[in-house]
């Protein structure tokens, strides 16, 4: 029979809902039965893209033997981190500070008052590479739990009461400076592999914030070194195996399983990564008018839009990493690599080997059982550029056909936020309005079905309903963020007026005494710790998004408690921004927005009018950091920049101003552009 998690709404709670496991969701009841039954409770946190997490789930929670004993002794807990990371936040810093290290499935044993006392991620069914097996772990802590429990309540205490004091202030640290910034870029030159153009080091995940912090030095600050490196990284990633290079779209990460051997990727596809590095590809085209570039932004767009937009308008959540080889067995990478053999029955044999050796694919394999995957060797030299949109277009067509990988279809709104971004400004500087279109409809399935009256937003949804886990910081960051984006992009002022309503929410709900901030509200479910983390992850942290939309809506609205608010919580990019700045990049690109201003644009005129769309575009493609735009009619409504704009002899007029000074006005796109560094 399923458990309780058939009622549940994430994927990943009901790909558990038949487990022999008598799963509880995150709520009050579970632990009131953990201590109606004086006994500890199981926390399994993962997420349904997760490979390790199917592996765990068939081997240990799918098994009976192993069910009947967690039944007996446990409360068992199922969490999908993307629906609580503040639940995942928390704990995931108990298990790296007691282990050293993190990642998913994360397993942790805890009191009936959720204080943890024993951590761990994968544990196989059979002890084996040191680790101990499930099955041993589970009558260990059974054991502690009934024999030592003045030990256990010892150790609960004190990991919890280390993590209760770990609040961290910006201090007076101050805003970041030119050295700052300097600094900072100085130690990622010391990080980057020049022979390859990636950071050093055999697991390599998409740095995706370092990079927008690295094209906005660029642009501020001319730095030739910073544009280099943002290049070499984005040709790396573009050329290897993280880049799907039939289908486009990247991967979570790639590694390096033996040394001089080629990068595999893990094969899951998650929406906030293709959202960052589609933004990140559309700004280095921007910077350089690169092919590479623009090909790549242009192809991650179309993967979302393709294989990751809903029927309501909104962008799921991830593609599983596994999917069946058509033999029935599910296995890792099996819908995106390729054989020879296969690569003939699809092209013939011309067309094959020609595709081999462009993409890499051998007779031995690059990956397991004889497959191969996809990517570019840095010898390919010239190709024939018609002979490989031929041979990609003919690919994908055949892919098509296998069986596809799961897709998860919950709506996240902090990673939907990174994809209104994204698609608006791509759509604009590229010329492709309907990605435009759909960053708006995914915005207004947003305001529809995540925001409530009070202007408090829902973390999840799945089709067209909302769920029940409030907003963390992340969210309401990311989605005005895109919302902030788009008003510049659209000339719409409602979805500035939105991003007004979040923002406001951040100052009230989220700001603690000294401009640090929490990513859960103050009136949100307690926890043994409060989260709060500045530092970058997969994503950029909930504190240094807030502050670049707060510092943007500042720039639209005059607000200065928004700035004030914004410059508050940079204080951390001055302290942390020299010593890890591979770990706080959005936080420095925020501080390049701040360094240069940000410049506030008003272009005023008919919008049919040629010249208003010559100095909106113009205005669009400046390179400037954290440029807002307002265009519009003169004295529009739309925009608190566009009043007092009159036009100049009649004709489009564009205003630039930083810093409260004014540049003259000009109705000349090509002033313009140098106006704003072009």
Request: proline fraction near 6%; include cysteine; aromatic fraction near 8%.
């Given at each position: ?42 926390l399994s946190v993962g997420y349904s893209a997760c490979h390790w997490c199917h592996v765990m789930a068939h ?587 009159p036009l100049v002899d009649g004709m489009a007029t564009a205003y630039v101003c930083r810093h409260f000074v ?17």
């Amino acid at each position: 029979m399923p458990n309780r998690l058939a009622q549940a709404t994430s994927p990943y709670l009901l790909q558990h809902a038949d487990n022999p496991v008598d799963w509880w969701p995150w709520e009050g009841s579970a632990f009131e039965e953990a201590r109606r039954r004086d006994v500890p409770v199981f926390l399994s946190v993962g997420y349904s893209a997760c490979h390790w997490c199917h592996v765990m789930a068939h081997e240990s929670f799918e098994d009976d033997d192993t069910a009947v004993y967690m039944n007996e002794h446990f409360v068992s807990v199922k969490v999908d981190r993307e629906e609580r990371p503040d639940v995942d936040a928390v704990y995931m810093e108990a298990v790296q500070a007691a282990t050293g290290q993190g990642g998913w499935p994360m397993s942790v044993f805890m009191t009936p008052d959720g204080e943890p006392f024993y951590f761990g991620t994968y544990f196989p069914p059979e002890a084996r590479h040191g680790m101990p097996s499930f099955r041993q772990v589970l009558e260990g802590v059974h054991n502690a739990w009934t024999s030592r429990r003045d030990e256990v309540g010892e150790v609960a205490g004190k990991i919890t009461r280390d993590l209760a004091t770990r609040e961290l202030s910006t201090g007076d640290a101050g805003t970041p400076t030119e050295e700052t910034q300097a600094s900072a870029l100085l130690q990622l030159t010391r990080d980057i592999d020049p022979a390859s153009g990636w950071f050093k080091g055999d697991t390599k995940f998409p740095p995706s914030m370092v990079i927008e912090f690295l094209l906005r030095h660029h642009a501020r600050a001319g730095s030739v070194a910073a544009l280099e490196m943002a290049e070499g990284l984005c040709g790396a990633m573009a050329r290897s195996s993280l880049y799907d290079q039939v289908g486009g779209g990247f991967h979570r990460y790639v590694l390096t399983p033996r040394p001089g051997g080629p990068l595999v990727p893990h094969f899951e596809k998650m929406l906030y990564d293709n959202a960052l590095l589609c933004r990140v590809y559309a700004h280095l085209w921007r910077a350089t008018g690169s092919d590479l570039a623009r090909r790549v932004a242009l192809e991650t767009a179309d993967f979302m839009v393709r294989e990751l937009r809903t029927p309501e308008g909104g962008f799921a959540s991830a593609l599983d990493a596994d999917s069946d080889d058509g033999s029935g067995r599910h296995v890792e990478g099996a819908y995106y690599v390729w054989t020879p053999g296969q690569l003939a029955a699809v092209l013939g044999e011309d067309d094959a080997r020609y595709a081999a050796r462009y993409f890499g694919v051998t007779e031995e394999g690059t990956f397991e059982e004889g497959s191969s995957v996809l990517q570019l060797p840095q010898d390919a030299g010239v190709a024939d550029a018609e002979r490989i949109v031929s041979i990609r277009r003919r690919l994908l067509a055949a892919r098509e056909e296998r069986p596809r990988p799961g897709r998860d279809d919950k709506i996240v709104a902090a990673w939907n936020g990174l994809a209104i971004a994204a698609l608006a400004e791509t759509g604009a500087l590229l010329d492709r309005p309907d990605l435009v279109d759909r960053a708006t409809e995914a915005a207004d399935l947003l305001v529809r079905i995540h925001l409530d009256d009070s202007a408090r937003l829902t973390r999840t949804s799945k089709d067209g309903h909302a769920g029940t886990n409030a907003g963390v910081l992340e969210d309401y960051a990311d989605v005005a963020e895109g919302l902030l984006a788009l008003a510049s992009v659209t000339g719409e002022g409602v979805w500035l007026e939105f991003a007004g309503f979040l923002l406001d929410i951040v100052l009230d709900q989220f700001t603690a005494e000294g401009g640090a901030l929490y990513d859960t509200a103050h009136d949100a479910e307690p926890l043994i710790r409060r989260p709060q983390d500045p530092t970058d992850n997969a994503t950029p942290s909930g504190w240094t998004a807030a502050a670049g939309a707060l510092l943007s809506y500042a720039a639209h609205t005059g607000s200065e408690a928004h700035r004030n608010a914004a410059e508050a919580a940079l204080g951390v990019v001055k302290a942390l921004g020299p010593r890890a700045p591979r770990f706080i990049g959005w936080g420095l690109a925020v501080a390049e927005a701040l360094l240069d201003g940000p410049r506030e644009i008003a272009v005023v005129g008919a919008p049919d009018d040629e010249g208003f769309r010559s100095l909106r575009r113009t205005a669009l493609r400046a390179g400037s950091p954290g440029a807002v735009l307002a265009a519009g009619l003169p004295d529009g409504e739309e925009f608190p920049l566009l009043r007092d704009r009159p036009l100049v002899d009649g004709m489009a007029t564009a205003y630039v101003c930083r810093h409260f000074v004014c540049d003259a006005p000009t109705t000349d796109p090509e002033l313009l552009a140098r106006k704003l560094g072009r």
